[in-house]
């Protein structure tokens, strides 16, 4: 049972637009959220991330809104860059000593 | 401040032989989870050490080992290795205190069983 899922495995978006990467989670108990962005051959690289009393956490051009009601959170990324083209990770955990769990990744291209 | 390390970053198996892969977390993190990545599924728990303990553990086959040292370096095992274990292996640290705390990846360990 996929407990976080990123339910579009790829998105293309142009240069200097928004990209919104999506991920919905089942575990009611989950209260902090994080975004990781992975380069091939590279580890994945700690991105935002934003705790269950928030709504909204902002960080440059990364904003991640949070949608408790709906199990849902977004990452924003305004303006696009070449430079975002990578694989996006959602994860979530619980309060404590707790691991992580991953949603399968979206590769975002944005495209010059 | 020097990031998570993991070596060797290549390897190459074959069916039933064993691997041992290590991981240096960064500098005061106490911390240290394994995670598998295949291709579509993601990144998959396998356990967490901290203080030379195993703190959480994923849902794998008891092939799946690991350690940790008092300087909170950690080793994982792979015994009698499967064609299913190729996979990116990743390491990652943190300082272990629990809510709100952000961890970081090592670049990984590929490992080829053939």
């Known amino acids: 049972d996929q407990q976080v899922k990123q339910n579009s495995p790829s998105l293309s978006v142009q240069e200097g637009r928004i990209s919104i990467l999506n991920c919905d989670y089942t575990?009611?108990?989950?209260?902090?959220f994080l975004w990781y962005k992975k380069y091939p051959a590279e580890g994945p690289t700690f991105l935002i991330s934003?705790?269950?009393?928030?709504d909204k956490n902002e960080d440059g051009r990364f904003t991640v809104f949070l949608n408790k009601s709906a199990k849902h959170l977004s990452l924003h990324i305004v303006p696009s860059q070449p430079g975002d083209s990578a694989v996006y990770f959602c994860?979530?955990?619980?309060?404590?000593?707790?691991?992580?769990?991953f949603g399968k990744g979206t590769r975002l291209s944005v495209i010059a | 401040k020097a990031g998570v390390t993991q070596t060797p970053r290549y390897l190459i198996k074959t069916r039933g032989q064993q691997v041992t892969l290590s991981c240096s977390p960064i500098?005061?993190?106490?911390?240290v989870s394994w995670y598998q990545q295949t291709p579509g599924q993601g990144l998959q728990f396998l356990f967490e050490?901290?203080?030379?303990?195993?703190?959480n553990k994923g849902n794998f086959p008891g092939r799946f080992s690991g350690r940790q040292f008092s300087n909170s370096r950690s080793e994982m095992n792979v015994s009698t290795l499967e064609l299913g274990d190729s996979a990116l292996y990743l390491c990652?640290?943190?300082?272990?205190?629990?809510?709100?705390?952000?961890?970081?990846f090592g670049p990984g360990t590929r490992l080829l069983v053939l």
């Open positions: 934003i705790s269950s009393i928030k």
């Open positions: 500098s005061g993190h106490r911390s």
């Open positions: 050490y901290f203080s030379e303990t195993q703190r």
């Open positions: 994860a979530a955990k619980v309060s404590g000593n707790t691991p992580l769990v």
């Open positions: 575990n009611s108990m989950f209260d902090y």
């Open positions: 990652a640290s943190s300082r272990g205190q629990g809510h709100g705390e952000t961890q970081y």
